[in-house]
C-alpha cells in the first residue's frame, strides 16, 4: 500500500505523504535546529570567489546560445545600464556562483531569479489587485539560500545605485532576511492550508505591511497597474488598418513575423487551450486571433522568443492580449539533479511552479510547443505594474526590502520544509547578520562582474546596442 506513485507528465512523483506518517511539528523544528551543526548559520554570510571562478563574461556569453542573434546586442546593452540591471540578467552566473557554496538541503520551490524588480502588482481572478513575486522563468526546486542571497544582494546593489550609504544598506538587507525569517516561522505555525491562503493585497499592503515613506510609490504603482488593461493598451501598442487593428512595429523591440511563423504560432495557440481549466478553455475558444509579433521583454529574457498575440472576442471593444514566452531549462536545474531534465515540457514548469509560488494566479495560465520550443502563455496585460526601486530612499529601500523578503519565505513556504527552516533560522538575528553580509560581498561582487562586461563592450569582444 505504501507504493510510489507513478510519473507524472514527465516529471518524477514523491512519496505519497497520505500514507506516511508525518513528523510531528517539534520533531521537524528539531530536525532544524540540528542543521546548525552541520551548517552553523554564519556560514550563509561567507562569499568568497574561488580561484578558477569563470569569467563572468564567459558566462554571459554562454547565455547567450540558442537566442536570436539580432537581440543579443540588445540584451548586452540592457545589461550595460547599471550593475543592478547587469544583476537582473545574471541569474545563471549567480547560479553558477552559488553551487558552490555550503547549503541546508532544505529545497522548497524557489524563484531562482528573486530580486527587488521581480515583484509587483497584478490582477487576481476577482480582478483585485495582488503584489507577488512575478516572474518564474527559473523556477525550480532549489536551496532557500540561493533565493534569499539574491534577493539581498539586489537590496544592496540598489542601495549603491541610488546614492545610499553602505550603513543604509545594510538595514535594508538586514530588513530583507528579518522578514524572511520571521514570516518562514509565522507560517510554520499554520495549518497548512491556511499558509496557502495567506496574500498580500493593496488593502492590506497599505494598512499592515507599508510604513509612510513607501506609501506614495506604492499608490502611484497601484494606480498604473489598474490601467494596464488590454483595452488601454490598444491605443498604445495598435492602430486600426482596413477595418482591424495590428500591432505598430517598433524594431527592434516590436516586430511582425513571416506569415508561416503566425500560423504555427497560432497552432500552438490552439494546442494550449487544451491545458487550460474547462470553463477558461471555453471562454477563450470564443476569441479569434487578430495579430502576432515578437515583442523584446526584460532584461535577462532578451534574445528568448516572446510574442504578444492580439485576440478579439465579443465585438469590436472585446479585445485581450496574450503573450507566449519561450521556456528553457531553469539555471537551477543542473545544480539539483545533473544533466538530466526532470521536466518534460519547460512551459508546464514555469506554470505549475508560478502556481506553487503564488497564492494566486492568472487564471489563463498555460502552455504550449512550437518548432520544438516549449512556451508558457498568459496575459500580457493583467493590471501589472512594479514598484519602482530607482531614486528610492533609505526609509523606503528599508520598507520594501522587508515586503519582498515576507513574500518571497511566503512563496517557499507555500510548498515544503517552512518548519524545518524555521528551526534552522531560530528566533535571533544570527542568520539575518549572515545574509547581509553576504549581500556586502555579493554586492562587491555583482559590481567588479558588470566592470568586466564593460570593458568586454569596450574592447569590442561583446556588441551593445545602448537605450533601446
Known sequence: MNSRPAAKNGVKAEASLLRTPLATQEERYNAGRALRDQMPRGILGRWRPPEDRPDPVDLVEEAHSGRLERL?????GRMLTSPYAFLRGAATLMAEDFAGLPR??????????AHLGNFGFYASPERDLVFDLNDFDEAHPGPWEWDLWRLATSVWVA??????????????????????????????????????????????????????SLRGEIERAANIARGRTSDRALPKLTRERKGTRQMVDQPPVVMHVSEQETERMVDGLEVYLDTLPPHWRRVLSSYVVVD????????????LRAFVVLLQGNGAHDMLFLQLKQARRSCVAKFVHGDRAMHAHQGQRVVEYQQTLQT????????????KRDYYVRQFRDMKGAITVDGMDGSALMDYARICGALLAKGHARSTGATVLSGYLGKGDVADRAIASFAHAYAD?????????????????????HGV
Not at 106 to 113: K, N, Q, R, T
Not at 165 to 178: K, V
Not at 295 to 302: A, L, N, P, Q
Open 72 to 76: 543579443i546586442p540588445l540584451r548586452v
Open 104 to 113: 541546508t538541503g532544505i529545497e522548497p520551490v524557489i524563484c531562482g531569479d
Open 159 to 212: 542601495g549603491r545605485q541610488n546614492g545610499l550609504a553602505e550603513g543604509t544598506c545594510e538595514d535594508a538587507a538586514l530588513r530583507c532576511a528579518a522578514a524572511y525569517r520571521r514570516q518562514i516561522r509565522g507560517l510554520a505555525g499554520q495549518p497548512l492550508l491556511s499558509r496557502s491562503f495567506d496574500r498580500l493585497d493593496i488593502d492590506r499592503m497599505r494598512q499592515e505591511m507599508a510604513d509612510w
Open 292 to 303: 502576432l509579433a515578437h515583442k523584446v521583454v526584460g532584461v535577462g529574457s532578451v534574445g
Open 360 to 371: 494566486v494566479s492568472d487564471p489563463l495560465l498555460g502552455w504550449t510547443t512550437v518548432d
Open 445 to 465: 561582487q555583482t559590481e567588479a562582474d558588470h566592470e568586466a562586461l564593460v570593458q568586454a563592450v569596450n574592447s569590442g569582444r561583446l556588441p551593445a546596442e
